[in-house]
């Protein structure tokens, strides 16, 4: 069964930085793209970017919105996906998810972690 | 990139049919077949329930349809039930490798 569960949410003050992890099980994780996808509160849904798989050479692409300030990066050994959000403001206050790519699509996701960020 | 564009609530009665649509350009709805829609109850997971337009993974029932023409999509939800109280996303593929979302419906089940 696939699972995939993010962690490292917190509260964080403005200007600081957090890492994300995204642990996976249940599939072959190198075969797939990532995506990482947030929920402001009140908000919808907003791509932050994604990763492609070992065939595609696990590059990075970003949302304009994010771009420059969040990383993304994968380690296949680990079966994890990784989100670096740097010089954070309160308006990336969110809930933060990762997503399977199943060709152009989302076809799992976890349940998700909080980041607020406030002094 | 700006989101697509959908309406902010729609409702109806157990049984019926409602129809959610979602529009944008040609860099995003009109120029791709990725078209997909997610139900989304808050603080959980969200689920896939189209892809591709109009396909549906196994396990999602043949009550939910999609379609597209132009630049708008749409999601039909028929025989509508208690459970289908959700918020609703619309997301496609857009130029420059890049993914964008609906800004979401909020299904209601009077």
């Known amino acids: 069964e696939v699972h995939l569960v993010e962690s490292g949410g917190a509260l964080v003050q403005p200007g600081r930085s957090l890492r994300l992890s995204c642990t996976t099980s249940?599939?072959?994780?190198?075969?797939?793209?990532m995506s990482w996808v947030r929920q402001a509160p009140g908000k919808g849904l907003e791509w932050l970017g994604f990763i492609t798989a070992i065939g595609y050479g696990e590059t990075a692409q970003y949302a304009a919105s994010v771009r420059g300030r969040f990383t993304i990066s994968r380690d296949d050994s680990k079966k994890a996906a990784y989100l670096q959000l740097n010089t954070l403001r309160a308006d990336d206050t969110a809930v933060y998810y990762c997503?399977?790519?199943?060709?152009?699509?989302?076809?799992?996701w976890g349940q998700g972690t909080v980041v607020t960020v406030s002094s | 990139q700006s989101a697509l564009t959908q309406p902010a609530s729609v409702s109806g009665s157990p049984g019926q049919s409602i129809t959610i649509s979602c529009t944008g350009t040609?860099?995003?709805?009109?120029?791709?077949?990725?078209l997909s829609w997610y139900q989304h109850h808050p603080g959980t997971a969200p689920k896939l329930l189209i892809y591709d337009v109009n396909n549906r993974p196994s396990g999602v029932p043949d009550r939910f349809s999609g379609s597209k023409s132009g630049n708008t999509a749409s999601l039909t939800i028929s025989g509508l039930q208690a459970g289908d109280e959700a918020d609703y996303y619309c997301n496609s593929y857009a130029t420059g490798n890049t993914w964008v979302f609906g800004g979401g419906t909020k299904v209601t089940v009077l």
């Open positions: 249940g599939f072959t994780f190198e075969f797939h793209s």
């Open positions: 040609a860099d995003d709805v009109g120029g791709y077949h990725y």
């Open positions: 997503a399977r790519h199943d060709g152009m699509r989302f076809d799992y």
